[in-house]
T-cell receptor, first 110, second 115 residues
Framework: QKEVEQDPGPLSVPEGAIVSLNCTYS??????FMWYRQYSRKGPELLMY????GNKEDGRFTAQVDKSSKYISLFIRDSQPSDSATYLC??????????FGAGTRLFVKA | EAGVTQFPSHSVIEKGQTVTLRCDPI?????LYWYRRVMGKEIKFLLH????????ESGMPNNRFLAERTGGTYSTLKVQPAELEDSGVYFC?????????????FGPGTRLTVL
């Protein structure tokens, strides 16, 4: 079993739609849960970061962590064409090594 | 403030040749990381420096890869000799503090193609 599972997509939605991105993980030692956004030919940039189970909201983005189910989600409300990118879930046990999912490619059509 | 920079942006070499990738972290960031993404796979950790010291190089694929960070500033990653399976995008990241709570800032990556 892979340590992190993430559907690579691609996921195509119309502008204004609510987008749901998900990852499952198997390592119970993960303490930090992150979502990175990566535009084409660019490096990943940190989008959302959570430490505990529950929800965290930042503008149009909501990150959700369910430790009991080992499942994390990222919701994007009122999606925009500029949200078109690859979204990577990422995990950390509290050390220096970050474990990434394979990334989901998102296309938001105008 | 300048971000993490990497050079070159793209390198195409023949199998058996040597390539050196360079990373300049954000000024003042003691922690520097190298990651690699092979086609179709996830980004994987290669190694971590704190200043000039290697803290963890458990992700380095084999002894054909050598990373250095002289003086605790920029870092180089040398692949010698390069093999076909080394093709991919090599990312460098830096952070101010150590640990999962600290944001790692990524460079744009170096795309390495080995023919």
């Amino acid at each position: 079993q892979k340590e992190v599972e993430q559907d690579p997509g691609p996921l195509s939605v119309p502008e204004g739609a609510i987008v749901s991105l998900n990852c499952t993980y198997s390592n119970s030692a993960f303490q930090y849960f992150m979502w990175y956004r990566q535009y084409s030919r660019k490096g990943p940039e940190l989008l959302m970061y959570t430490y505990s189970s529950g929800n965290k909201e930042d503008g149009r983005f909501t990150a959700q962590v369910d430790k009991s189910s080992k499942y994390i989600s990222l919701f994007i409300r009122d999606s925009q064409p500029s949200d078109s990118a690859t979204y990577l879930c990422a995990f950390n046990t509290g050390g220096f090594k970050t474990i990434f999912g394979a990334g989901t490619r998102l296309f938001v059509k105008a | 403030e300048a971000g993490v920079t990497q050079f070159p942006s793209h390198s195409v070499i023949e199998k058996g040749q040597t390539v050196t990738l360079r990373c300049d972290p954000i000024s003042g960031h003691d922690n520097l990381y190298w990651y690699r993404r092979v086609m179709g796979k996830e980004i994987k950790f290669l190694l971590h420096f704190v200043k000039e010291s290697k803290q963890d190089e458990s992700g380095m694929p084999n002894n054909r890869f050598l990373a250095e960070r002289t003086g605790g500033t920029y870092s180089t990653l040398k692949v010698q000799p390069a093999e076909l399976e080394d093709s991919g995008v090599y990312f460098c990241a830096s952070s101010q503090d150590e640990g999962g709570r600290d944001e790692q800032f990524f460079g744009p990556g170096t795309r390495l193609t080995v023919l």
